[in-house]
């Protein structure tokens, strides 16, 4: 229970899952998050850290068709992001969210067995704050997937026309036209067989590589001619993230086995392996500013800020006692245990590197600043 | 009075400077010395005043020397005295200046004036003084009158005598020049007769030398015709060092003339002397003639410019080939080792018969001794030889120690190397050999340790290994138990052996080993504390987390696969809490006792084995691999949950009818985790005391308070929310920690497992949406799981807590979650216990 209320809270109508970073905003630090809710209108909330640094304003709230899985700001453009949403399944959805769906007619509803999911680029609303009830306009569909998708990534560094979705199977490149409002599939690739992909990152130092992650492996994909150049071969990959100061260090979060750090110009063993969490590690995301320093999230209800910083010295702290759940004392900066429920959404502030954003399942944001640790580098 | 005295003394002056003038030689200024012949007479009457004088002043003198002995000099005689020095002085001037003339002292001095004199004398004196003045005066004048003439006859004496001498010279030297002129002309006459002699004979005597000459050649010639016939004589008394000798003295001559006068007699003796030369070769060589006998003949050899240091090698190549008739076999060392049993066994230790090694070590000192003696500057092949002999006796420990050798046999090895060395030490102490031989016994003790270390540490590896085996052959009941047991038996039994072993190197009173002992005692706690650490990098090895550091280790990899089984996990682990609580305690105090720190290590290093560091690494050790066989437990049950629950349609889910069979297959896996747990590991002993713990109220209350605030403080955000509800339901219960700390404890580790699975279950059915029948199969699934769970449990509030919260999930995620009607729910699980039960009839 280290430094449990220091985090600024911001409390959720809803169970969510997903909060992202608003790159694009460089006045204010600002996250952005999407409710999961089966049966309630969900909504996503534009939320900005009040300049004193005390609390969390909410900047916007918008009401959002369908249960939100993934979510994903535009780096360059502060009021256009991505969702993944799902609709549950088609006979069993609550009639007045099925009308608008309808009604709109923009959402192509694929359907599977029985849910259906979509992805959507969406833009929100100039004068927003002005508007009674503001509406997401919706700039493109990514409406090209058959199966369930799982996530939308932009490219991390920067101003670019590309876009992937990747699902079940396939991986997709979209070229997005903001102005015309159109997203057209560029490229596709299936990941073959047996491999069901569970999500991806984009390497930001290569715009032409993405890291995809499937039940046994990691794939590394060359977006020009979509062919896998690589491969890391481990079981239950949960999430990944590249380190965006070093290039060819990529983090992965495993269900059991905690996190790995691996060199990808050495695929065949991690670098470094951190014990992770007492139950699953749901999510990890390195510092976009401070070198080793990466947050875990996990199903445990905690957030572990690490120092793992991969140059070849080793860390001289192995000695030190430990007392917190990991075994491992010298890379655990501190545990962040104050959650009720399991935390799924992570983000680091790319305007003030120091702050982060976590998202427990039971919809609490809390936004804490790692300051206290860094004098310990 | 004073006119007197002064004339006086100047004439006295005169003949007194006239002395030495006439002895240098010098013109005689005596006027009547001129004249001698006239001064006859007057020469006869002063003779007379001579000898009177003579008496007189021999009287004065006695009387001189009584006063002189008995009182100081009377006043008259130091004036006397002062005034004849005084008057011989070359200066006068400087005497007589400073005397005061206004005194009456001043009567001695050139500056007198004698009326002044006397009219101080008559103011300053009465009468009487006077008077006595007078008296004194006159005597005074008396006194120099006769020294006056006693000065004056003495002149006279010397003069006399020296004009004796010259007359009689004078006469004697008359007609000498005569004799002289004589002589030489006859000394003239003998030098020419000489010369004649000496001509007429010079002719003969050159004929004689030359003659001589030949005859010394001639003797030489002969000598050298007669060289082979002496050499054959030689040859046949044995008498080699004289032959030697005449044919290096002839050997010149050969060289200058054996090409032409005296070729027959150079190769004669040629062939004599080859014989010589084989005959001394084979003398070198044979081992029966005495030492100092080869050693002549060495030396002979040498002499006759025969190559000896090819012979040397040849001789070295023999000692080389004895050498290796002195390596130790390791059958040698099986016989030795039981030749020790013998020992053991009480027998008489005079039975041992004497080896082969230890004759042929004999034999190769002593050709060491004789080697040494016939060539004297070979002691640097030796040194190498005896080094190489050193060098392979350890080659062969080395390959003892490599194929696991007993301590004892060790022992009686090192034993034989070191008898060996003091043997060849004591003929060739240059080669340093204990010292050389202590360095490699030190390489090779250290060798020793490092692999019975190893062999403990294979040993142990083996021990844990048969785990695999036996479970699969399943015939035991308790495999693991059996694995565990003997385990730790190994590690300790073995640890307690390899102590036993080192103590018998550091007892034995071997001079070799004496001086290493602290070396030893250093390498066995650092032996120790290696091979703990290997032990800690093979248990990580074994468990399958390999750490990237022993990677490639390669101790057990290749026999092992990759496939690990759980239960050696929890072997490893309770091996590790073995290992710290009992065996390292054990093993300290072990070498506490019998190996008083080694100091040859520096005590700034600190002790080699450090227990406390050990402890804490297998502490962690054991928490890790506990927490990997968790882990490994609960992976296996995630696979299956998730295959549950990403292969159906949830959302298409049809009417529960039945239990579904996951649950068995957890339960299956449960059980097994149970049956394994309860082999290993030890009942937690206060079961009941830590479950009201865990419930206790002071951490919930806690926790809550800390809820209460941040309500609080989300509340204007949530005001609304539905989840509130559940929320504040979840409030009112007491707040369960799900994720405790492990303990060793059968109970613990089935209650976190059983958490773990759960809280993954819960995980997976968020990320699935269900229809209502979906739900309801959840809702069945985890009703039934509810008795069995809670009775292999210990934490029953945390599991159904966790319970709740997989169907609190399930309903959050399902579309129209409405539970089943309690009857048929009761229903669905009577029959699937019934059907539990006839499968497994003695579990409840």
Not at chain 1, 191 to 208: E, F, K, R, T, V
Not at chain 2, 756 to 784: A, Y
């Amino acid at each position: 229970m280290q430094g449990g209320s220091s985090g600024i809270g911001y409390g959720l109508k809803y169970q969510a899952r997903c909060i992202s970073d608003v790159k694009a905003d460089t006045d204010h630090t600002s996250f952005l998050t999407g409710t999961l809710s089966l049966r309630e209108e969900n909504e996503v909330h534009l939320i900005r850290l009040s300049s004193g640094g005390t609390e969390l304003i909410c900047e916007g709230l918008f009401s959002h068709p369908n249960e939100i899985w993934d979510l994903a700001s535009c780096p360059f453009d502060q009021r256009i992001f991505s969702t993944v949403f799902s609709t549950g399944s088609l006979f069993d959805i609550d009639l007045p969210f099925y009308g608008l769906k309808m009604e709109t007619g923009l959402i192509v509803f694929f359907a599977g067995e029985g849910e259906s999911y979509g992805a959507a680029i969406w833009q929100i609303p100039e004068l927003y704050g002005q508007l009674n009830s503001p509406q997401l306009e919706r700039i493109a569909s990514l409406d090209a997937h058959t199966r369930k998708i799982n996530c939308v990534l932009w490219w991390p560094s920067g101003r670019h026309d590309k876009l992937i979705s990747i699902d079940d199977e396939n991986l997709f490149l979209w070229t997005l036209d903001c102005s015309k409002k159109t997203a057209q599939v560029q490229s596709k690739q299936t990941s073959g067989m047996l491999h069901y992909l569970s999500g991806g990152a984009w390497d930001p130092h290569d715009i032409n590589a993405v890291a995809t992650t499937c039940e046994s492996s990691v794939q590394f994909w060359d977006l020009r001619t979509m062919k896998k150049t690589n491969a890391v071969e481990r079981a239950h990959i949960r999430n990944a993230n590249y380190d965006m100061k070093n290039n060819h260090i990529l983090v992965t979060a495993e269900d059991e086995s905690g996190i790995h750090i691996w060199d990808l110009r050495k695929p065949k063993s991690p670098v470094k392996e951190l014990p992770g969490h007492t139950h699953w590690t749901w999510a990890v995301t390195c510092n976009p500013e401070y070198d080793g320093l990466i947050l875990s999230a996990g199903t445990d209800s905690s957030v572990n800020l690490w120092l793992a910083p991969t140059s070849a010295e080793e860390d001289a702290t192995s000695e030190s006692i430990v007392e917190s759940p990991a075994q491992q004392a010298g890379p655990l900066l501190n545990s962040y245990s104050d959650y009720e429920d399991s935390v799924y959404g992570l983000a680091w502030s790319s305007r003030e590197p120091w702050t982060f954003a976590s998202l427990s399942y039971d919809g609490r944001v809390v936004v804490e600043s790692v300051k206290p640790f860094l004098s310990r580098k | 009075m004073e006119t007197l005295s002064s004339a006086n003394l100047v004439t006295a002056r005169v003949a007194v400077d006239s002395v030495p003038d006439f002895i240098n030689g010098g013109p005689v200024k005596v006027p009547c010395f001129n004249q001698p012949w006239k001064r006859v007479p007057q020469l006869e009457s002063e003779e007379v005043h001579l000898i009177e004088l003579r008496r007189r002043r021999k009287k004065m003198k006695e009387q001189k020397m009584g006063a002189e002995d008995n009182v100081p000099l009377d006043d008259k005689a130091r004036r006397m005295r002062d005034l004849l020095s005084s008057f011989y002085a070359p200066d006068p001037s400087t005497n007589n200046a400073p005397s005061n003339p206004g005194t009456l002292d001043a009567i001695n001095t050139s500056s007198f004036d004698a009326d002044q004199y006397m009219n101080l004398l008559m103011q300053k004196s009465n009468l009487d003084e006077l008077l006595q003045r007078h008296v004194e005066m006159a005597a005074e004048i008396k006194n120099i009158d006769t020294d006056l003439q006693m000065l004056v006859y003495e002149n006279y004496s010397k003069f006399i005598s020296a004009t004796d001498a010259i007359k009689r010279m004078k006469s004697k030297i008359v007609g000498m020049e005569a004799n002289m002129e004589e002589l030489l002309d006859k000394i003239m006459s003998v030098q020419s007769k000489s010369d004649g002699v000496n001509t007429s004979l010079f002719e003969k005597r050159e004929n004689i030398e030359k003659l001589h000459r030949t005859r010394n050649l001639l003797r030489k010639v002969q000598f050298i015709y007669d060289l082979p016939t002496r050499l054959g004589k030689c040859i046949e008394s044995e008498a080699y060092v004289d032959a030697v000798k005449f044919y290096t003295g002839a050997l010149p001559i050969f060289k200058a003339y054996g090409d032409s006068s005296f070729q027959d007699c150079k190769q004669a003796s040629e062939e004599a002397i080859s014989i010589i030369v084989k005959n001394l070769q084979r003398k070198l060589f044979s081992d029966s003639e005495s030492i100092q006998a080869r050693a002549e003949a060495a030396v002979l050899l040498k002499q006759l410019d025969f190559p000896v240091d090819s012979l040397q090698v040849k001789l070295l190549e023999k000692l080389e080939q004895s050498l290796g008739d002195l390596q130790l076999k390791t059958d040698y060392i099986e016989n030795a080792s039981m030749e020790s049993n013998d020992h053991k066994l009480g027998k008489v230790p005079d039975s041992v018969h004497i080896t082969a090694h230890e004759g042929s070590i004999h034999g190769f000192v002593e050709a060491i001794s004789a080697f040494r003696v016939i060539f004297p500057d070979s002691e640097g092949h030796l040194i190498k030889l005896a080094q190489d002999l050193v060098v392979k006796h350890f080659e062969t420990v080395e390959q003892c120690v490599k194929g696991r050798i007993s301590c004892a046999n060790l022992l009686v090895v090192l034993r034989t190397i070191w008898t060996d060395v003091l043997l060849v030490d004591e003929v060739l102490s240059e080669a340093v050999l204990p010292g050389f031989s202590l360095e490699a016994a030190q390489n090779a003790l250290k060798q020793y340790v490092a692999s019975t270390f190893n062999y403990l540490l294979h040993d142990i590896s083996d021990a844990l290994l048969r785990v695999n085996v036996s479970s699969k052959e399943a015939a035991e009941e308790n495999p693991l138990q059996v694995a565990l047991e003997a385990s730790k038996k190994a590690l300790l039994q073995g640890s307690m052996d390899v102590l036993l072993d080192f103590r018998q190197l550091l007892d034995d009173d071997l001079g070799l080993l004496v001086q290493l002992r602290d070396f030893v005692s250093d390498w066995v706690q650092e032996g120790f504390q290696d091979f703990f650490r290997a032990l800690y990098d093979c248990f990580f090895l074994l468990s399958g987390r390999k750490s990237s550091s022993s990677q490639d280790q390669g101790l057990t990899a290749g026999a092992h696969g990759e496939k690990v089984l759980a239960g050696l996990v929890l072997v490893l682990s309770q091996l590790s809490v073995f290992i710290e609580q009992t065996a390292i305690p054990r093993i300290t105090e072990e070498i506490a006792a019998s190996f008083p720190g080694g100091g040859a290590r520096g005590y700034e290093n600190g002790p080699a084995f450090v227990p406390g560091v050990m402890c804490r690494i297998f502490r962690s050790a054991g928490e890790r691999l506990l927490h990997h066989y968790i882990n490994m437990r609960t992976q296996k049950v995630s696979t299956l949950l998730r295959k549950r629950f990403t292969t159906p349609n949830w959302v298409k889910h049809k009417e529960p009818r039945e239990v579904h069979m996951f649950v068995d297959l957890f339960l299956q896996e449960l059980k097994e985790t149970a049956s394994e747990v309860k082999q290993i590991l030890p009942q937690g002993l206060e079961r009941k005391h830590r479950r009201t713990d865990s419930n206790g109220s002071t951490a919930s209350s806690r926790s809550n308070q800390l809820r209460d605030d941040k309500t609080n403080r989300s509340n204007t955000h949530r005001a609304r929310s539905q989840l509130l509800e559940t929320h504040l339901a979840k409030l009112f219960k007491q707040k369960v920690e799900i994720f405790t700390k492990v303990e060793h404890t059968q109970e613990s580790v089935v209650t976190t497992t059983v958490k773990l699975c759960l809280k993954s279950l819960q995980e997976f059915v968020r990320l699935q949406t269900f229809n209502r029948s979906g739900f309801q199969q959840i809702q069945l699934d985890i009703q039934f799981l509810r008795t069995p769970l809670k009775e292999t449990v210990e934490d029953e509030a945390a599991v159904d807590f966790l319970l709740d919260e997989v169907i609190v999930a399930a309903s959050e995620r399902c579309l129209d979650p409405i539970p089943l009607e309690p009857p048929i729910l009761d229903r669905l699980i009577q029959a699937k216990l019934a059907k539990w039960n006839e499968k497994n009839p003695i579990t409840p």
